[in-house]
C-alpha cells in the first residue's frame, strides 16, 4: 500500500491507502483540518482533545444528517417506483378485464 504524509490536527502523519482511495483520503483529511480551524478560536482554552471531541461530534451530526437525507431520498424513490408499479398493474388489470369480455363475446358468437 502507498503511504501519504499528511498534516492533521497541526501533527504530520503518515497514511497508508487503496490505490483508488487516495483522493478520498485527502478529501478528509482537508475537512478535518477545516473543521480544526473553525475551532481555533479555543485553542489554548481548551484542551487539544476536547476539540478533538467537539470535532468528531459535529462530523457525526453531519453524517446522522446525510443518512437522513440518504434514507428521505430512498423512501420518495420507492414511493415513485411503487406508483409506477400500481399504474402498470391496473393497466394490466383493465387489459385482462378486455381480454375476457373478447373472450365472451367470441364465446357468445360462436354459440350462436
Do not use: C
Request: glycine share 0%; proline share 1%.
Amino acid at each position: 500500500m502507498p503511504n501519504l504524509e499528511v498534516t492533521v490536527f497541526s501533527q504530520k502523519i503518515k497514511l497508508s491507502y487503496k490505490n483508488n482511495e487516495k483522493e478520498r483520503l485527502i478529501n478528509a483529511v482537508k475537512i478535518l483540518n477545516e473543521t480544526w480551524k473553525k475551532f481555533s478560536h479555543l485553542h489554548g482554552k481548551v484542551s487539544d482533545i476536547k476539540i478533538i471531541i467537539l470535532i468528531s461530534l459535529e462530523l457525526q451530526d453531519r453524517i446522522e444528517d446525510l443518512i437522513v437525507l440518504k434514507n428521505n431520498m430512498l423512501k420518495k424513490e420507492i414511493e415513485k417506483n411503487n406508483n409506477e408499479i400500481l399504474k402498470i398493474e391496473n393497466m394490466l388489470d383493465n387489459l385482462y378485464d378486455e381480454l375476457l369480455d373478447i373472450k365472451k363475446n367470441i364465446l357468445n358468437k360462436n354459440h350462436e
